[in-house]
């Protein structure tokens, strides 16, 4: 009688597994030895892909930011393969015996908790580990939260940024929100619940008034998409408790397509000439959707130069 199938390596770094899918238990494929990485659902655990399931099944070890989310996918499909916890906290002790475990002939297979991993979480050094070490790294593409944003949002999609997580002190996010505002493209952030409405607010005063699309917990219960620009959507989120994962996508300056340097002096000297240089800056900031604070020095600048101007004639005035 020949054995039953197991998780285990037969020596050569290949595993058999098992997986259930609709009740029908199905053999996974052999597996070749090496570190394959592999996107798990961002929310409903029917998103994932046959492959990621075969993969899972017929790897040696999967390793994981946290055993029990992982679990629960694996319950769901009836897998067996052992799991290991490899995050940001443990990866320095950790990567050595998956590396171990990759010069044995094994399969590893990483997961993050949801989505593509490196995608704002852990797994690069791991992956550069082991293509320095020799070993195969191979992609089991599938859910992104980063690309199912980008489809929803309705904002252009030929160039984009991923900007990850802003730092969460207000002072180093704004830094940042700054250097963004610089880059002809539109840009893709994740961010928390309890902090959505900061950002919101920082990134309205850093980037002015551009359409953006808050996109909350894809693909789970509670879905949503929120469209409109920067302040409306930080007004929205300031008046609300928040809650979930968050991922916002910005649309790119419209400067780069419809207002040059030029167009925007002439604008600033036009608004100077009405009123404060706070409302000025706050008019073009609504015509152009530049962010005020780089209308702000530019508007500095021209209210120096004119005050000069006028203070010279009203001394010549005077004598």
Known sequence: MSPPPTNRPDLRGRARGRLTIQNIEIEAPRLAPGLHVVATPIGNLGDVTLRALGTLAAAD??????????????????????????????????????????????????????????ISDPGFKLVRAAQDAGYTVAAVPGP?????????????????????????????????????????????????????AATLADLATGLGRRQAALCHELTKLHEHVRRGDLEVLAQSCAAEQQRGENVLVVAPPPLADSHTAEDVEALLREALARGSLKDAVAEVADTTGMPRRQLYQRALSLAKQTGGEMTGKTDGNAS
């Open 144 to 196: 992104s939260a980063l690309l199912a944003a980008l489809a929803v949002a309705g904002l252009p999609t030929d160039q984009f940024h991923f900007a990850g997580f802003l730092p969460p002190k207000p002072a180093a996010r704004r830094a940042r929100i700054a250097d963004l505002a610089r880059i002809p493209a539109t840009i893709v952030l994740f961010e928390t619940g309890p902090r959505i």
């Open 61 to 118: 070890l999967i390793a994981c930011e946290d055993t029990r989310v992982t679990h629960k996918l694996l319950e769901r499909y009836g897998i067996h393969t052992p799991l290991t916890p490899y995050h940001d906290h443990n990866a320095a002790t950790a990567r050595p015996l998956l590396l171990r475990r990759l010069a044995e002939g094994a399969a590893v297979a990483l997961v993050s908790d949801a989505g593509t991993p490196l």
